[in-house]
């Protein structure tokens, strides 16, 4: 644990449509690029890239994003 790159989170981030407005925060923050907006501009993730840093989870302003199922 501690500092190293182990994370507690098993699951790739999800974003919640309904919540997410397409500002595209996300999508610059990931470090991995691993989220672009769908042509709907609803931020999606590609899960075979996502890391589950949760640096999405923390910048998104709506609270779009989980790390859960
Ligand atoms: S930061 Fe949140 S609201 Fe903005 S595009 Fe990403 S998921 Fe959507
Ligand atoms: S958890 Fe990290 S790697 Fe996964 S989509 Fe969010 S910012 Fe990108």
């Not at 989220?35 to 890391?51: F, G, H, P, W, Y």
């Amino acid at each position: 644990m501690g500092m190293s790159n182990q994370v507690m989170f098993v699951m790739p981030a999800k974003v919640n449509p309904d919540k997410c407005t397409g500002c595209g925060t996300c999508v610059d923050e990931c470090p991995n690029e691993s989220i672009s907006l769908n042509k709907e501009s609803i931020a999606v993730v590609n899960e075979d890239e996502c890391t589950e840093c949760g640096l999405c989870v923390d910048t998104c302003a709506q609270s779009a994003i989980t790390l859960e199922d």
